[in-house]
């Protein structure tokens, strides 16, 4: 029945932008910047795996494997892939799947595309990568009610098996908790979505993209302020936002034990959401058309609202057919199909060149400097000067820190005693990262 609806979505579209176009002028958009965008969406030629799990042939096969395997399911009935169905872009084509207990899930199965780039996952970004996230599933009471001491007993009890694992970790070869999460990590990192006709007007084909579509481009960097937060070639900043749906899930708050970010959710990427509708953490919106009108009149404000939602997202009817008729060239024509693309290890960001400082700032979600010199004793402080609540983290063995949340012109100060690495985050905007490496006192 949704996947019904689906095709009828696919069908519908294309007829709306005719409409559009046979009733206005079919004149091309002005896209200011254009090379500027081409470069700020062009796709990466490499998937990053990290260090401690690199990505191997033998490894994706056995993840793909555990992917479909009901062994991990306490009663043996449910799979990663009962909910996360490739032909629905490993999504499951209803607003919340039904638990074990028959009643419906907290929120909705997300698409899988493009995990590799992630910084956090589940909608509240609760964990931290997707070697520990798959564990959360497979123990969960409602999703699979499984007990991974038990499933690995059951997957050790056969032979092809125990060759798979074998062979996927030469070094280490038994069945391990580790290495089934590795596993079907590494294999969830194939999960690469296709070029799609927006790909094809990144790399210069002007023709490829309709008048109505290149005004939907338009206004989702223009007026519709949208890439403020869908941003890069897979349309997601990885921060956590509250975009005003009447949904009373906190999100990201409970997460960071604070309430300037209840309400917030991970910004999803756009890529092949087409074929993974209804949308939003609680699936409370069945189409592309409900999603924009929620933006341009559905927004319940809150104080909690992001400051990167433009206050009034004030579009016309065709202004929002026209972003609709954007969205979907995010997406495959045909039900699509992971895209290959060499796997190379990579670490976050690069490495930056450490000064010695002892205030650093947090203009345009970025920390400035972003790796700093401190001498044991010495106080760091962490100025606010962005337009944005900010929340500065330290969560290390040393250290354990948590600022709240972090208003706009508000200082926080780190003192430290002990000689070390410390990773400063912001709970808020995961991609903010400040390195500091405190020397010990002369
Ligand atoms: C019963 C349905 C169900 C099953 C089975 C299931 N998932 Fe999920 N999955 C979900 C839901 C619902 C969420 C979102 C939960 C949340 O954010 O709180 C999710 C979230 C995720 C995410 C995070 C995606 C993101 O955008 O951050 C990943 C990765 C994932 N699942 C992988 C798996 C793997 C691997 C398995 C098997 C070990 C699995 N899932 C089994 C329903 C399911
Ligand atoms: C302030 C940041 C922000 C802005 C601006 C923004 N979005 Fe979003 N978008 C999000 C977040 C966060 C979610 C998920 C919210 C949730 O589930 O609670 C989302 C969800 C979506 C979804 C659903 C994706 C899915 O798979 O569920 C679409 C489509 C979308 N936005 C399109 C747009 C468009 C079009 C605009 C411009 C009119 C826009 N967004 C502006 C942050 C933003």
Same mark, same amino acid.
């Given at each position: 029945m949704t996947r019904d609806r689906l095709l009828i979505l696919k069908r519908v579209l294309p007829v709306l932008v005719i409409a559009t176009l046979a009733g206005g002028a079919a004149e091309? /958009?002005?896209?200011?910047?254009? =090379? &500027?965008?081409?470069? $700020?969406?062009?796709?990466?030629? &490499?998937?990053?795996a990290p260090a401690d799990n690199p990505t191997t042939p033998e490894k994706v096969k056995l993840g793909a494997a555990l992917f479909e395997d009901t062994r991990l399911s306490g009663a043996g009935n449910v799979s990663c892939s009962s909910c996360h169905q490739a032909e629905l872009s490993f999504s499951d084509g209803i607003d919340r799947h039904p638990g074990l207990d028959d009643q419906p899930l907290d929120r909705r199965t997300p698409p899988l595309w493009n995990?590799?780039?992630?910084? /956090? %996952? %589940?909608? @509240?970004?609760? $964990?931290? /990568?997707?070697?520990?996230?798959?564990?959360?599933? #497979? +123990? &969960?009471?409602? +999703?699979?009610?499984? @007990?991974?001491?038990? $499933?690995l007993e059951a997957l050790a009890s056969d032979p092809q098996m125990r060759a798979s694992f074998a062979k996927a970790f030469p070094e280490d070869p038994s069945i391990t908790r580790d290495n089934l999460l590795k596993a079907l990590a590494a294999f969830e990192r194939t999960l690469v979505s296709p070029e799609t006709r927006f790909d094809r007007w990144v790399k210069g084909d002007d023709a490829v993209l309709e008048a109505d579509e290149l005004a939907g481009l338009s206004l989702f960097m223009g007026k519709g302020g949208c890439v403020a937060c869908h941003q890069g070639w897979r349309f997601t900043d990885e921060a956590f936002h509250d975009i005003g749906l009447p949904s009373t899930d906190k999100g990201r708050g409970p997460v960071l034990n604070m309430k300037a970010a209840d309400h917030a959710f991970k910004t999803p990427s756009l890529r092949e959401r087409v074929w993974s509708a209804p949308y939003m953490h609680d699936g409370s919106l069945a189409t592309f058309e409900d999603v924009v009108d929620h933006y341009a009149k559905g927004v319940v404000k809150r104080p909690t609202l992001s400051?990167? !939602?433009?206050? *009034? #997202?004030?579009?016309?009817?065709? =202004?929002?057919?026209?972003? *609709?008729? %954007? !969205?979907?060239?995010l997406s495959s024509d045909d039900p699509p199909r992971p895209a290959s693309l060499p796997p190379k290890i990579m670490a976050f960001g690069a490495p930056a060149q450490a000064v010695a400082a002892?205030?650093? /700032?947090?203009k345009d979600r970025r920390f400035s400097p972003s790796a700093i010199l401190l001498k044991v004793g010495e106080a760091l402080r962490i100025l606010n000067d962005d337009t944005r609540t900010h929340n500065v983290r330290v969560d290390s063995a040393e250290m354990n820190f948590n600022s709240d949340g972090q208003n706009p012109g508000d200082t926080v100060t780190l003192g430290f005693d002990k000689p070390g690495h410390y990773d400063i985050i912001c709970g808020i905007h995961p991609e903010m990262r400040l390195s500091v490496d405190v020397a010990s006192a002369p």
């Open positions: 091309k /958009s002005a896209i200011p910047d254009i =090379e &500027h965008w081409r470069k $700020a969406f062009a796709r990466p030629d &490499h998937t990053p995990m590799a780039w992630g910084l /956090s %996952f %589940f909608w @509240d970004g609760r $964990a931290a /990568s997707l070697e520990s996230q798959a564990l959360g599933p #497979i +123990e &969960h009471q409602r +999703e699979m009610g499984g @007990d991974l001491k038990r $499933a400051a990167d !939602l433009p206050q *009034v #997202i004030d579009l016309s009817e065709k =202004e929002r057919a026209q972003l *609709v008729a %954007f !969205l979907s060239t002892t205030t650093a /700032s947090q």
